[in-house]
Structures are given as structure tokens and as C-alpha cells.
């Protein structure tokens, strides 16, 4: 399999570095051959050739199987008036590769709920997935500007609504058969549009039951009953403010991973934090978001579940026993953190 | 003074005469006049005049010196396709009021910290003031829809963000003079101009500190830092997500007031809980938040500081001391709550 990494900015050469390791040991151990080609994404790119997103990079990512990302952008690129940004390498990229369902599952470790703002009671049961639509929405509607106005547009289309629906529903008939979608269709039009066609998408799965939920109520009811949920869908900007929201039960923004998904078979993976400047390059950051992201590029791009398993049976271990980095009370650093990884593996 | 009532749906009657009788009692207390004109909005109005603003509620409105709203739909009105609704009954007055900015303070009362789910160690100092933008952003853009595509324009003037960022501003003043603006300004050009605008504006107000925030990263530092934020100032539709998960910090809805206020006198007041269909009628409602709300009342539109300061000590003295609703874990009713209240102000 071939696959392409971006490590981009940041912290996201390290945990990247972490998640590739562990990747060839899964290649060893099962006697599989990666393939890993690496190229430049975000501010590293910038400086390198006036652009986040290089023509070499996406050409390298379309024909790949999957991609795996680190992290992009820092406070040198930080500007958001800039004309160019590292964030628009990602979101260009999104778009390129067409992967419109963004997965980010969530689960609170119980030997790091002690990490969890909320409190331990709230905990139980917690396992979220939420489905995030990842190409349309706000972000890539016509937008203007002029020295006193501007505007974003906020636009759906009933087949964007109907794909990234289907793929919640597949993925919830695997796990408790229960979908939440959440929108404002009390005030937003492309809400109604999404609720009356997510309504229309669970007529094909008459074994999952559908739930709709107003965006600020679901604001606060991953606060009150996380517990509840199963698979949440949303579109995009939606998705944006729930899933980092939902990502501080966890403890640690540096435990959790997301794969992004489209028709084409090359997904992209990339850990959930962000580029974390504050601690790049001293290795210490947690490599365990970047880990299990390759755990879900094994599992929805190469089809290699058992494998996916494995990893994930080895971050568990190493979070219910050590070693920890700081984020999470520790002070190992991230190789530290790899090699008990690759231990539990073997 | 001039106040209308809008009790509306559901609890709306029942906490609204609750509030009025509080108000009353301050009336009588310090020797005031109030005179209360009570007029239809919302589910109630749709079924005695067809529509959810009737003309001669939006008059009365227009013409008094304050608005004090209980809540407004249900079960009965709840299809979002429906062509008429009641929350646009709601979202014609804030736009017919020019009520731009929504005050939503956040105190988690001590007495009451167990009903939050966040840790009690997270809780120490939480004190916020959310400044929601309250006519502008999507809420009130162009729609469109076709059979298989919708959109939502969101617009923002300079105007627009200039005024309501003065409002927080001024408020910071009288608090901690620190104000955190938030907004998606990596993506969104209607956030480009937020920010700038606001960076502006906070020129003219050099004891004050501003920070930014993304929205994704502050529904997450709401949970992980809560007592960090002195005011917090937004648009329209992240401003709605915010504050309701904020308030899911205080334990429970009915306790939250809020005030909307624009450049003339009549505010607009209101509990910030729903219609809460399931509990209506039955005396059991949570009158805090309407209460609250009066006292906003009081204080913004009437210029009443001491009175207002009476009836929220008042308050303050029943949540530690009791009775206390079920929803806060008592079994008191909502007449219990108000005379208990009553008692406090005498
Ligand atoms: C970096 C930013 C553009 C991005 C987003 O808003 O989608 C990030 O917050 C995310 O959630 O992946
Ligand atoms: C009822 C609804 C239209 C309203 C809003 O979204 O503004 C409510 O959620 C609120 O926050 O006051």
C-alpha cells in the first residue's frame, strides 16, 4: 500500500514520525509492505514554495491509498487576513481528494477520567462518533468582502446531505443503531433541507433509529448526557464547534484521531490537535491522536481490521498503564510513549 | 413605567406572572409604578389570530419601556416546515425591537455546584457574561431553496459588529475589563471582518484587554477553564451555540435570565429556557430565570441599580437556602419558589 504523509507544522513531524513507526511494525508483525512518501503541507510549505498546498503534494495524495497528516499552521503564519494560509492547504485538500464524511470517534479512557472536566458519573458509556460533513457548508460557499460588508454563504445540496447521511447510518448499523442529527432547522434553511433529507435517507435503514437534535440543545446535551449518543451527524461548521467541544471530555486533545472519507479510496487521517507550537520539537508531544488515526487508516483504507485492532488494543494498554505524556499527567515524551506502544504490539 | 407581557407557550405563563409578581413587590417596596399590558406571541397567537406577532403585540412592544417574555412553541407548532412558526414570532421582535445585543450572564451558584456536570474544581470564579449579536448573521439573511439545494447568507456590516462590540466593551468596564471575541476567522470572511472590526474598536477602550478566540477552540476552553472568561462577545448563530452550553455548566435552564437590548429603551427580557412542553401547566416550573430576568429588567431598561440588586440578592439567599424546583432537585412548586422570593425582598 502506498501511503503519503504531510507531518506539516508543529508538533506534526513528531507525532507523524510516531504513527509511521508504528505502522511498519504492523507491516513487520503481519507481513504487509508500506509504501510512505512525504511531502509538504501548510506553513513548511509556504516557506518552501509560496503555496500550502503544493501541486506535488496533491497529485502524491491522489494516487495514494491514504494519506496521513500531522498538524498545520503556528503563530508565523498566523495572520488570518493573510492572503495565504496553511489552513487553506487543508481545506483545499478536503475538497481535492472529495472526502466529505469526517469520522472523529470519542471515548473517555477510565484510567484518564480523572482528566475529564466533567464529572466521573457523566462518563459511563461514553462512545461517540461523530460524523462531521467535511466538504461543503460555510466553509466553501461563495464569500464576499468589501470595506464595510461582508458575507459567507451557507449552501447544501441534497445529494452532499444524502452521501455523508448514508455513511452515519452504514456506521451506526455496526455499532448501537442509533443516529442523532443535529442542525437549526428552526431558523436555517439548509437545516430544513438537511433535516427533511437525513428524515428521507433512515427510510432505508428501518433497524437504526433516527433522532433529530437543534445544534444549541446538542451544545448542551453532550454536557449533560454524554452517555446518550451513539453516531452524531452534522454538517460542517456544526461539526466544527460539537467535535472540539466533545473532544475536552476526553482530557487530552492529543488522545484523539479522525479519518476523513469520500467515494475514492484514499482517505485522510490526521490526530485532532492542532500544531501545538508551545511544545514542537521538544519531543513531548502525545503521539497517541496521531497513532490511532493510522488504527483507522488501517480499518477504512486498507481494509486491515484486525490490524486497526491491534493498535488500538496496544494504545489502550499503554493509557490504562503508562507511560504518560504531560497532557495527560505524565512525563514521559513521545518516544518514550512509541516504544511501549511497539512493545504491546509485539 | 410601561411593561409589556408576552407569557407565551408552555411555562411561559407561569414563570412570566411569577416575574410580574416579583416586580410588584419591588413596586411596592420602593414606592414605584408598573404597569403591565399583557399581549400574545408565538403558539398562542398562531391560534387566536393566525400569526406569531400580531400587529398589536409588536405595537405595545414598540411602545413600552420594557419586554418581558416567558417562552414561546411546543409540540402543538414544532414542524420546522411548517410556513408559519412560532420563533419567528420571536426573531420579528428582536429584529422589529433592534435589540442587537443579547446579555446571557453565567454564575453557577455554590449552593447548586453539585447539578453541574463539570467538576466542582472547575467551577471556582465562574462569573461570565456572554454578548450574543442578536440581529444580524444568519439568523436574518437571504434564503434560498429549490427542490434539491438550499442556502443561508451570513452578513455582517462593520455597523453591525462596531455597536455591539462597544456594548461588551462598556459592560467589561464595569466587570473585569477583560473581553474574549470570538469567531471562525481561519474560514470565514464574515469573522475576517468581525475581527478587525473589533480590534478596532478595542482601541477606544485601552483599559480593557481583548483576546480571540476560534469558536471550535472556545466551546472548549468553556469546559476546560470556565473562570478564565470575564465577557464574552459573538455572533448570532455561535453566540446561540455557546450559551446554551455554558448554561448547561449552571445545573439547569430555568435559572438563566437574559436581556436583549438595543439603542432605545425597550429591552427585551426572557428566561432562557424553552417552553418545556412536558412540565407545563402543572405548577412545577422553575421561576428563577424569569425572576432574573426581571431583575435585568430593572437594572437596563429602568435604570432601577438597587432595586435590581434586591431581587437578585433575594434569589441568591432562596437557591441557598431553599425551596428549590425539581429540576435543581427539590420538590417545591413554582408558587413556593415566589412567595419564598417575596419574603427575601420584604
Ligand atoms: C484548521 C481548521 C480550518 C479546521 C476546521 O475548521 O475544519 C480545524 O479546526 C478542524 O476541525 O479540522
Ligand atoms: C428559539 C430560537 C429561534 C432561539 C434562537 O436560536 O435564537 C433560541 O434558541 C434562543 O437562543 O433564544
Known sequence: ANIVTLPGDGVGPEVTAAAVAVLDAVAAHYDHHFHFEEHLIGGCAIDATGEPLPAASLDACKAADAVLLGAVGGPKWSDPSAPVRPEQGLLALRAALGVYANLRPLQVHPALAALSPLKNEKLHNVDVLFVRELTGGAYFGAKTRTIDTATDECKYTVAEVERVTRRAFQ?????????????????LETSRLWRSTVQRVAAEFPDVKLEHQLVDSMAMLLLTQPGKYDVVVTENLFGDILTDEAAALAGSLGLL?????????????????????DIAGQGVANPTGAILSAAMLLRHSLGLEQEAATVEAAVADV??????????????????VLEAVLAAID
Open 171 to 187: 456506521l451506526a448499523r455496526e455499532r448501537r443503531k442509533h443516529v442523532t442529527s443535529v442542525d437549526k432547522a428552526n431558523v
Open 257 to 277: 484521531p479522525s479519518a476523513s472519507l469520500g467515494e475514492a479510496k484514499a482517505g485522510l487521517y490526521e490526530p485532532i490537535h492542532g500544531s501545538a507550537p
Open 319 to 336: 493509557l490504562e498503564h503508562g507511560p504518560h505524556t504531560r497532557d495527560i499527567g505524565g512525563s514521559a515524551g513521545t518516544q518514550a
